[in-house]
T-cell receptor
């Protein structure tokens, strides 16, 4: 059975800390891995990774995929209170099936 | 602005009642999805549709029904057969055969009275 596992489930840090969120997967017919940020309602897109070892970066956020070991990490440096959210990892299997992890709830304290 | 519109934001269902959640997109996307999100759980797929007049069951389709009569619209009906409907429902869409980013609506919170 296809599955995506995120860790930790929740995390509390102070502003300025660096955090690493993990996503491991066992999925048939892997096509891509996606990260989303969910603050209140609608998840917003962060990154899509398809190739192993190539880092995607956007400001203080970065992500990398390891297709051999079947995992991805999302790094957030110099965290701010606005980074508080649930971070979702999803894997696209085949042409249509997006499989989501349970998410990591991040709380950044001022 | 292009996007996905879900309505209503909040919905209450009485016992034995069917309710319909609306999802409309103006992104010209081919594929549309319905997900259910429960506290502490990830998104679980209810139904998806890759083309007009065609749709497939996801992992938790029992107690739900959908239609896809227009490319822009993918309404979800929560029937009385769904015994535990209280959840947050997200509609999503994507192009097929190209950009694989999934775009989401702002969701509908359904509660049982």
């Amino acid at each position: 059975e296809d599955k995506v596992v995120q860790s930790p489930l929740s995390l509390v840090v102070h502003e300025g800390d660096t955090v690493t969120l993990n996503c491991s997967y066992e999925v048939t017919n892997f096509r891509s891995l996606l990260w989303y940020k969910q603050e209140k309602k609608a998840p917003t897109f962060l990154f899509m990774l398809t190739s192993s070892g190539i880092e995607k970066k956007s400001g203080r956020l970065s992500s990398i995929l390891d297709k051999k070991e079947l995992f991805s990490i999302l790094n957030i440096t110099a965290t701010q209170t606005g980074d508080s959210a649930v971070y979702l990892c999803a894997v696209l299997s085949g042409t249509y099936k997006y499989i989501f992890g349970t998410g990591t709830r991040l709380k950044v304290l001022a | 602005d292009g996007g996905i519109t879900q309505s209503p934001k909040y919905l209450f269902r009485k016992e034995g009642q069917n309710v319909t959640l609306s999802c409309e997109q103006n992104l010209n996307h081919d594929a549309m999805y319905w997900y259910r999100q429960d506290p502490g759980q990830g998104l679980r797929l209810i139904y998806y549709s890759q083309i007009v007049n065609d749709f497939q069951k996801g992992d938790i389709a029992e107690g739900y029904s959908v239609s896809r009569e227009k490319k822009e619209s993918f309404p979800l009906t929560v029937t009385s057969a769904q015994k535990n409907p209280t959840a947050f429902y997200l509609c999503a869409s994507t192009r097929t055969g190209g950009d694989e980013k999934l775009f989401f609506g702002s969701g509908t919170q359904l509660s049982v009275l």
